[in-house]
């Protein structure tokens, strides 16, 4: 069947802008004005009357956490309760009594939270320690989890259920950190923060459905129709049974977001079986696919673990953590690219940014790929000569502009002057000609594609109270939307296929409110998605 919508204002990843297309099945058929489309309508075509409102093809977010996501919703959500200590430590005893079950045992279950950050606390910008959440509980184990991701901080109980104790070996790439007097204070970093979930009671396969489904279902509301994402080392299962609940919700018709899986991997063992039995980049369907080797080179910014070539302005005795070694980095990165497989390495120091440039050079003249599409993650604290050596190595940037909401408030703090003035250089490499899609790397930050394209356009926080940072790096409405839009779908090999409002492409668009074009940057996250279609099928209708 064919449907003709017409009277809206179609951005098909050009300008001008068109007013109608066709889609038949689930496939763009044509698009242009309606004079043009004529030849395509006839008597059995469905029309939808777009009432003057803006289309564009289906938002791709290219760096996120899916499973992480549908995990993190069934957490006491922190995010919206930090501007001070106290009233974070107050609503997870609030969700602690509302979320009881009342069942034996259920005091022994995890209270798990996560979104918190310690720059908004009012009441000092400091790190909550075991005993901070030890008055909310000394009974339930209780880990509560930074918005970056990076780290955690258990309590007490928590501390004893895994056994830690003065003697325990601190983990290669993370650590349990102490106070004074050598006693674990409950804050966990980097790769230490897998010890806690190593422990936590892995999920069944119908909780990782659910979670899965709970994630796509707010993706589609924000007008994501296609996502990047790593979730293989989420929780403590095997990829298999990723891959198997992603499958089963496709054949289910329940996966209404296109998965590019960023396959993550520490060890080259694991990642040869991986290999062997079938899996490369572009395995899959359009639904389901296996996308590049995700490698995570070090910290986040905010917590000061990114990895930076001198030490923190802000605390010099920190250099920031590399989660391997160079070795271990290098073994990887040969490995993947000897086979044939695209690599996606997770770079927020400068430090990191030259181990893994250095990676990629060695792993390609090994083994020399005219189109490796390789490419770098976040990629925040870079150097002048690290972006020329980007543009020559011909690497893909998956950028998160949502980013500079929180980060452009304390990133020459954490870095200095000098570093500050060459980060987050986005305009700079696509004057380039690198490719730079973008994403939110939920759930760090929300999946709220408008709110990173204001981002990206004004350099400026959400709120308009400090800014523009660096505002020779921003990009226009038009960038901004690409970069939501093909260039994450040539981040993975799919530009062919989607991306943009075109015949023979898949049907993947958004309705939105307003026309960002003709909207003040600085009202751009306020344009609201009205609805969201994948594969021709509407798989989200604002309700009024």
Known sequence: MKTLYDHGQVYTGQLPLA????VEGDRFLAVGNREDLEKFVDNDTKKVDLGGKFVCAGFNDS?????????TLSMAGLAEHTSSLGEMLEYLRTFDREERTGEPGAEECWLMGRGWNQDYFADGRRFPTRWDLDEVSRV?????IRACGHCCVVNSRALELMGITKETQQPEGGFFEKDPDGEFNGIFRENAVEYVFRRIPAPSQDQIREMM?????????????SCQTDDFMTLPVPYEQVIRAYQELEQEGELTVRVNEQAQFTDPKELQRFLNAGWNTGTGSTFFRIGPLKIVGDGSLGSRTAYLSRSYED?????????????QLEELTALANRNGMQTAIHAI?????????????????EKPREDHRHGIVHCQITRQEQLERIEKLGLHVYAQTIFLDYDLRIVEARV??????SSYAFHTLKEKGVHVSNGSDCPVELPDVMAGIQCA????????TAGPYLAREAMDVQEALDSYTSEGAYASFEEKQKGRIQAGMLADFVVLGENPFQVPAVELRRVPVEETYVGGQCVYHRER
């Open 19 to 22: 007013s109608a297309f066709v």
């Open 63 to 71: 760096h996120m956490h899916l499973l992480n996501y549908g995990y």
């Open 140 to 144: 339930r184990p209780i880990c509560i």
């Open 213 to 225: 489904r709970r994630a796509v279902k707010k993706l589609n509301a924000y007008g994501v129709t």
């Open 315 to 327: 605390e010099t005795s920190v250099q920031g953590l590399p989660l391997m070694t160079r070795k």
């Open 349 to 365: 120091g400068d430090g990191i940014l030259d181990w893994i440039l250095d990676a990629y050079e060695q792993a390609l003249q």
């Open 416 to 421: 200095g002057r000098e570093l500050a003035s």
């Open 457 to 464: 356009v004004t350099r400026r926080t959400l709120d308009g």
